[in-house]
């Protein structure tokens, strides 16, 4: 079973409409993270959150909004959708005490704003 | 501004041979950088971490340099199989603890 899941994992939408990404984990992690991959550009952090009630802004937080409802769910919202919104969106998770700090990610979401 | 460059072109190698792949940066001072591997529709995957004070680290047929000094990373795969192609991303940790991310290096290995 996966430890880190997303849903949906491909959507449509059109410009205007409010959307929300869902992720869920079961590896007991308590910082979370959502990103957003384009072509040629990387991961880009959108938001992060060290614990449940801990929510900081990434880079690139303008169109977003997250809610940390608990330990194991993270919710990215897209309150009005735009076309440059297009992307894969990836959730991750990680370990403050774990020895290589990585970040397990989920499968991703792909977003196409019409 | 900061900046984390990776191979801007894809790499296309034959099985066996060792593809390097490399990653610089500016105006960061990382704690330490790590790679990872990324398959088409999935999510990355982390494969290995190196700490500033670190030089070389090994894992199987994978080897990661890092150079303070020339602000730079090199990831090796050695005897390459099929199987290793992907996209292979460096990641560094900054001083607010979160990491950022290069654009990725594809590599193709050839039977």
């Known amino acids: 079973d996966a430890d880190v899941t997303q849903t949906p994992r491909n959507r449509i939408t059109k410009t205007g409409k409010r959307i929300m990404l869902e992720c869920s984990q079961t590896?007991?992690?308590?910082?979370m993270y959502w990103y957003r991959q384009d072509p040629g550009l990387g991961l880009r952090l959108i938001y992060y959150?060290?614990?449940?009630?801990?929510?900081n802004k990434g880079e690139i937080s303008d169109g977003y909004s997250v809610s940390r409802q608990a330990q194991a769910k993270f919710s990215l919202s897209l309150e009005s959708a735009i076309p440059n919104q297009t992307a894969l969106y990836f959730c991750?998770?990680?370990?403050?005490?774990?020895?290589?700090?990585?970040?397990?990610f989920g499968p991703g979401t792909r977003l196409t704003v019409l | 501004s900061q900046k984390i460059e990776q191979n801007s072109e894809a790499l296309n190698i034959q099985e066996g041979k060792t593809a390097t792949l490399t990653c610089n940066y500016t105006n960061y001072s990382p704690a330490y950088l790590q790679w990872y591997r990324q398959d088409p529709g999935r999510g990355p995957v982390f494969l290995l971490l190196?700490?500033?004070?670190?030089k070389e680290k090994r894992k199987e047929r994978l080897k990661v340099t890092f150079d303070t000094t020339l602000k730079q990373s090199l990831f090796h795969i050695t005897a390459s199989q099929p199987a290793d192609s992907a996209t292979y991303l460096c990641?560094?940790?900054?001083?607010?603890?979160?990491?950022?991310f290069g654009a990725g290096t594809t590599v193709t290995v050839r039977a």
């Open positions: 590896k007991g992690h308590d910082r």
């Open positions: 990641a560094l940790l900054r001083g607010d603890y979160k990491l950022s």
């Open positions: 190196i700490r500033e004070n670190e």
């Open positions: 991750a998770t990680s370990d403050p005490k774990g020895r290589s700090n990585e970040q397990f």
């Open positions: 959150s060290f614990d449940v009630k801990d929510i």
